[in-house]
């Protein structure tokens, strides 16, 4: 990584955002109900980096969640690149998906209730980007992904342009979520104002395909004054439904199904981007925990009815904020985009299923287990 | 017009902004040698209304207000010359003799340089320092793309085009884009006086 | 007249008056119209005049023809507004594509907008028009509205395939025109003339871009949307591995004359 050079570029950029802003509209920041508003012109730059295409503390691969060890708020440096990687999403199902940060779904990223994130991304799908090896800088992320290499990742090339969406953000989306062309960088602010489990997406036309290939993740926002459980809570993690529309190519390797996405028929429905991860590495906790469930349907296009076998959803938080707590729920709907805040209380040693119990779904691959161990005394 | 000056934008930093990463180099460039950003490297051939022959590169040393459009364009193109007029007479009266003008036409069929010649006139700008030019095909598309306008024939004959006036710095490097009709000026008018004070000092 | 006919005539005018590319890498696309995504006239096709398209996307082995006679295209000459950093940087050096590790007859890719638009003008020709271009593409045979929703669909999944480690000889798609254009689909993404059309100001590349380009009802006319917001999204510096070109040339108006005895 050239340093001299890339600190050049990012001055530059300032300079020149400043000097073309003639005709634009200019946000100033301000405050609104608690929540901040009006983040700076983003800026969309060329540079030297061949750095850790994910970087960022409370950046990690799902199903984990970086704990906020910090007071208060922070404000996050954070960076998720774009690579086109070749991927297993079951066994011997391989396909050149378009990601975030080389995994599907993409890095699972904590901040706080009004925690300001600067966020760096760039198009690196010209380019082959190895990310199952430790990089030095890299979040937390890489060395999970290093560790346990569930889609078996091969870096491919596909030049294509390419967006980031935060649902998290409250922004002017034609400023912050413009597409950049292949080796641009994007960077700009936005502020966490609203707790929850919020996906990102590729907004690029066409959307559903760009989601389809694996262009999707979360981001949880935790509340700034908690949860009144938190307390009680032994474990967390996030899950996160999505479809796959895939059907054999000519060679080894599956492609896009255009039919199958347009008619909403997805090949797989999968629970953290593979039909068999969470079977292969079940969620753990112990008899009488509480444990927490960050749930998100990162679609496309369907819904899900997400139950656990065997348990009761004892405190639900809808979007996961604070005021839309409902008590005793067997099934919760959430539909594309939308997300859940769960706790459950584990009964009994033993096994659960995580399913979206519309059964079309379970079966296309929809389920994952929690595997109970005893009461710890 | 927001989302205009949005690709506007987009558009500039994909060019101002690379220009400026490689920025080391330029400034060790020896004499005679020009920025890798230049527009100078467009080695094409411009004839003008008085038939004159020019090359970007012979407006060196001096900024350069350009804009394109073409004659037969009746309703947009006579604001975006006043515009570029408005531009010129913006900057003061004793610096303004060494800012120079380039319209060039994407009409190469029918904005000869006769044509361009009585739109000139017309317009009451054949004066010194204005350059109503035209080029092969080639070299227009290629001059547009480096500033970023964009311009297609329709089947009747006129053009749909972008409409932006830009300045190009003593080296021919892009200083200053002007995104749209009718744009305040005062901001272009100082930078180009600020190039020519320096220029003036050295 | 049948157009193979028209087409051997024109070659044969032509055969003289054009050097560089030998005249049978070219073929005469005579006029016509299609109807576009983006439609000069809502609801009508947009027009277009005869003209001729090389047959085959410019591989590696006829650029460096190119670069050896213009130095100022050399990777290590061309001045950074021209190109961007990656530009021919998959060659070994600036004049050796290392066709022994891409393979033979491949079409060059990671060239700017302006080195292709050169290249055209140096063999005599030009760019296509984005109009063009997409005309051309348009004229595939298909025997019934399924057959072309189909190949769409291939389409649509060949981008989701590809990989631009491994792209393959010019002319090996299997995928031609009636007039004999190859390739235009599922080898590499081709530079237009203006391919950045004007509706570009106005399109905000987002997830309704697709549903207002696509007014043709059929699956060709998602796949061309997605084309028209890639190429939208192109720098004329972007120099990217599925980047490639061919040239168009004009029918001058003494052959067309010839044409029509």
Known sequence: MKVSKLTLSFIFGLLFAGLASTSFAQSSEYKLDGKTFGMPEAEVFTEDYDGPPVVGEYVTMLPNLAPLDYEGNKHHEVRIDIMVQEIEVAEGVRYNAWTFGGTVPGPVLHVREGDRITFTMKNRSDEEVTITEPSKGGAPFMQQVAANNISKNKAAVMPMPHSMDFHAG??????????????????????????????????????????????????????????????????????VQSEYYLEKGPGELYQYDFDAAANRNPSHVVFNGHQTVMHDNPLTANEGERIRIHFSNNGPSG?????????????????????????????????????????????????????????????????GTLKAGPRKK | MKRLSLIAIFVL???????????????????????????????????????????????????????????????????????????????????????????????????????????????????????????????????????????????????????????????????????????????AAHHIEQMLTKNVEQ | MKPWLKYLLAVMVLATTIPSRAQSDRVFVPAGSFHSVLPEIKGEPNK??????????????????????????RRSEVPSIFANDSYLDHWKSDLDPGIEETGAQRPVTRISWYSANAYCSAAGGRLPTLNEWEYSAQLLKFESPEEMNEFSKELIGWYSRVNANFIGAVGSTDIETAYGVKDQFGLVMEWVENFKPIIANDLSLDCGTVGRLQKLGNIYSYAASIRFITRMSFSPESTTGMLGFRCAYDVETKDTTKNSL
């Open chain 1, 170 to 239: 409250t922004v002017a989306k034609d400023d912050k979520w413009r597409t950049i062309a292949p080796g641009q960088t994007v960077k700009f602010d936005f502020i966490a104002n609203y707790p929850g489990s919020y996906i990102y997406h590729c907004g690029t036309p066409s959307v559903l395909m760009h989601t389809a290939m694996g262009q999707h993740g979360v981001v949880v926002v935790s509340p700034k004054d908690g949860y009144p459980t938190d307390d009680e809570v032994a474990k967390e993690y996030v899950v």
């Open chain 1, 303 to 367: 819904t899900s009815s997400f139950h656990v076998i065997g348990g009761i959803f004892d405190r639900v938080w809808k979007e996961g904020h604070p005021f839309n707590e409902m008590r005793g729920m067997q099934t919760v709907l959430v539909g594309s985009s939308g997300s859940a805040t769960l706790d459950m209380i584990v009964p009994e040693e033993g096994k659960y299923i995580l399913i979206d119990h519309e059964f079309v779904d379970a079966e296309k691959g929809a389920t």
């Open chain 2, 13 to 187: 930093s994909s060019f101002t902004l690379h220009a400026q990463h490689n920025h080391g180099a330029d400034a060790t460039l020896k004499a005679g040698e020009i920025s890798g950003h230049s527009l100078y490297h467009l080695d094409a051939d411009f004839t003008d209304q008085r038939n004159k022959s020019l090359k970007l590169s012979s407006f060196k040393g001096q900024p350069v207000i350009v804009v394109m459009f073409y004659g037969n364009c009746t309703q947009v193109c006579p604001i975006l010359i006043r515009d570029t007029w408005r531009l010129y007479n913006a900057v003061d009266e004793i610096l303004r003799p060494s800012v120079k003008v380039l319209a060039v036409s994407f009409d190469t069929e029918n904005d000869t340089p006769e044509v361009l010649k009585a739109y000139a006139e017309y317009e009451q700008l054949n004066i010194d320092g204005w350059h109503f030019a035209t080029s092969e095909p080639t070299n227009v598309r290629s001059l547009a793309m480096m500033l970023g306008v964009q311009y297609a024939k329709k089947s009747d004959g006129e053009f749909a085009h972008s409409n932006l006036v830009s300045v190009l710095d003593t080296e021919g490097k892009i200083a200053k884009r002007i995104e749209g009709l009718n744009q305040p000026m005062e901001e």
């Open chain 3, 48 to 73: 277009v005049d005869a003209f001729y398209l090389d047959v085959t996307a410019v591989t590696n082995e006829e650029f460096v023809d190119f670069v050896t006679e213009n130095k100022e295209w």
